[in-house]
């Protein structure tokens, strides 16, 4: 950071070799302990924090100045730096050796009373964080979220820099997109009565680069999606977003484990194993019961249709059939008593099982199950091998539909065998993914937008529910950080997409007509990618929610504490863009209101 | 570029070292020559262009392909790069001396024929040139754009990272701030009848990340301002914005030098003579009549009052006082007929003069004018001193109040002397902007936004209209290119200037009652700039208005002729949204169809 008149050097980063230097630092009373007439402050700025000596008596700064510092007062020392006297050096601070004896304190700010301490070590509620989130950053678990965020963002860009990508501004005042629904709209002035949508994300806008011959894209890209906030969702948010011309999925991958090298070498100084992981959807489906499975631990889910072929245990032999079976997962050494084992039965009843079956090997070899007597001894043999069963082991074996099975037990899975934390890492491209999602009857709803390559044409109009799209996800420990796809480059092709798809011609000419106009004049074969950076650097920073590492999140109802959006606006504004409330909303704000005065007499 | 599968070089890469190599290239079709059945392309891609001969007889490819290849198809070709014959050189390009013969081509996407011709040489309307963007995209013009924009805000990042900055997004979907009429509105579904604004800047926001002890700031930031669109103005817009504590105005001015620095060197290879020259608002406005000063050239304003001291000319004697006087410029050679003087005239009284008096310096040293008879010759000699006048010279003089002459003789010092394009580049700081614009009627509004330091606060409390804030902006070539200050940091001040500024300390609260109550937690001193990507990059580029240089701009009524935004949207939506488009919207609505329909019944 170069230096000001203000402030030379910050604070964290003297050491040593600065001893007899004369600085001029500035930053905030971390700490003040007063020893004998002495003040001892840790000063803290954005570089860290260095132990500050103030003598009374030879300094001109005021006692009265000295003995007022309080908590967070912005201050300005003048002093020299020295090492701190043999046997009080703090090994916890990269400072901790020396200490500047400060000659002059200005005050530059004073802080009233804090609404919470700026230490690691307090709880604070996090609506109380959100609204005083600049005092929130002051702490180094924001401070340090931030800089990671700035330095991700800044190693993703190396990589595209170096791959020769052309950073390209999308606009984000656009026309209402295919999943037009959860549009966030924006009302014209100028045309009032009419409206821009956010976009939520850049797709077409990318994708008309390819065909503009721009053939390398990136942009760091803040998208917008109003939905009910999840647990982890906010409606803004950030992600790199590229593409390129003249590639196909392995490109696309290529790129990514660059990205994912870089970003973790320059987070956490670690090296990632390239090429990634790659398993198909199918295959992720079979193994972990999901398509973002979490590969830091085995406890992969069986298939034990095969042992139960001739049963005659009628819970298992009703469901064998074409998309039922009976599956299961061996939990390990989970030594659960009586309860814990029937709390994750009803854990898999809350997740859609008809129920789970339980067993637990015993020292001798023998299953222990409420169900081992219904079984042969070929089946509790079976059961054993598929699962690799061990002394000591808990198998858990449920007998449903597959999707059902792949549910239950992937969950399961995930609540016994997920690791705290995200010490380790592990990637992994997901591929292959369908064309559509097959709903339990049996309908189907498209998996991807509908620009994304649907492969083999032929499959997708004569088996839909069979066809495999040239879409990928990227899944670091259980999450998908981001997806992408080849897109259709042949407006024919786009045309049958859409017909599959149930979306009319006339449908698909009035929501992007524009957009298969621009395919009409020899798109390049294209493929792309988006990647969440806010779930990225969340996981890095092994932080349990996004909200840690976005500088002024929004809470799970979209509002924002510190600033009180949304709220309600001037009446003119909306005379001006043509719109106004509906009466029923004004209505509920009167009840409202009608309410808040009742509350208000009967306090009085 | 890294190669991929499909293409494994840029067509514009080629060189003569390259003889000999087996190439895939991919790309457009930019020219198509048949000679005796040999075909000729020109390959053109992001990287460049190179020509391809194409023999029916020695490739696979059909000479049904090969004769059915239009322009703008897109095409794939596998080939052997060999020297051109002797003498067939093409010195216009730097592949001119080679040629790539095609062994295999694929047609990968046809096109369609071309609303207008992807040639540098044809002139196209500019509304088609947006409708139709991504074809204007393969042209070199708009291409190296978007290039010079990617470069342009890759320079300005690396002055970032270097000085230590952090990259930190702020919020997009925010309260309304204090210039809120213009703000831009998101309806909230989660609480309907309640919005979000668009940020017009992030300035509370990085703020709020001073007083969180970031210290130093950046954001390439996309702002929103809802207002007519001038000339060269957008809805949305991109800036450099950034933010520093513990600094003052010399800090900003000294990380603008190194961007500004960094930047031209990128996009033109020259060296910027730093330091900027810098000038008070005072003297800018003097010597030219506008805050923001093409340095270019000379052709200053001069204060011809004192020669009129005691004129009995009435026209000038009538104006001389406090605020008025006369003053003139010095236009060169400008060899005007009496009716382009005459033009010169009536352009003075459309800019708000009330006249203006030309002299011309003729051979013998008298000065040709209709006034100059009523002038005593100490008068002529004593203009002639003061504006430098030599022979042939034509000299304008204005006399009125001094705003209207500084106007007018602002602006016809640019419509004479201002060159044409940009080959030079001459920046300046404007420093020491006054707290509040002064009307004609003596009647004050702000200059700055309210969070600008005042300086002296006692000057601001008792004459504020001779109060000078610690604001400044960098214009170029007569361009404002951004503008910051140094910020408010005491509570006590903030609130004095609101008082000054005739916002009440209920107003006050209620719009940014969280911003001043942030102030309260030890605000470090700091100061910030917002530098106008767009504008910037458009003078580098010499292009003409800023829509050149946005991938995707509006038009000057807000509407983007590519995807047909703004535009109405579906009536559920807005239900959910808690808002209906007023009856009078709707009601001309129907009007127009009515029109609509009535034009179409007269056509059957």
Redesign the interface.
Known sequence: ??A????TIGAGVLRAEHAGDTVTL????ARRRDHGGVIFIDL???SGIVQVVLNPEDSPASEEVLHGLRS???V?VIGTVRPRPDGTSNEDLPTGDLEVVGELLNV?????P?PFQIDERVDVDESKRLE???????RTRM?EN??A??KA??AM?RVM?R??F???????????TPE??R????????????????PQSPQL?KQ??M??????YYQVA?C?R?E??RADRQ??F?QLDFE?????Q??VL??LERIVSEVVMELRGETVEIPLRKMTYAEAMDRFGTDKPDLRFGMEIANLSEVFSDTEFKAFAGVLGADGGVWGINGGKLSLSRSGLDGLVSRAQDLGAKGLVWMVVEEDGTLRSPVAKFLSDEELEGIKTVLCAGTGDTLLIAADDVRVVGKVLGQLRLDIGQPDGNDELAFAFVVDFPVFDVAEDGSLSPAHHPFTNPGDVDVLVNSPEKAVSKAYDLVLNGSELGSGSVRI??PDVQAKVFEVMGISAQDAESRFG?FLE?L??????HAGFAIGIDRFVSILRDEPNIREI?????TQ????P?????????EE?L?E??????P???A??VEEEDRADGEGAVET
Chains 1, 2 share one sequence.
């Open positions: 950071m170069a000001s008149l203000m402030k500035a930053g905030w009373v803290r700025d954005a967070e007062y912005c300005q530059l700010s004073p802080s009233a804090l005083f989130r600049y005092l929130d950053m002051r401070a931030l800089k965020r700035s963002i800044g860009r820099d791959d020769g052309l950073e390209v501004e999308t606009p984000t005042l656009i026309a209402s037009g629904a549009d966030m709209l924006v009302p014209s002035r100028l045309r009032p009565g009419n409206f821009y949508a956010l806008f008309l680069l065909i503009g011959g721009v053939e390398r803040k917008y109003d009910d906030f409606i803004e950030t390129g011309s003249f590639w196909g392995d490109d290529e790129v480059h042949d524009w621009a009409r004049y020899g798109t390049p074969p976005i500088p002024f999140p929004k109802t979209g509002a924002d510190l600033t009180g959006s949304p709220s309600r606006v001037d504004q005379s863009l043509g719109i106004d409330i509906r029923e909303v004004r509920r704000w």
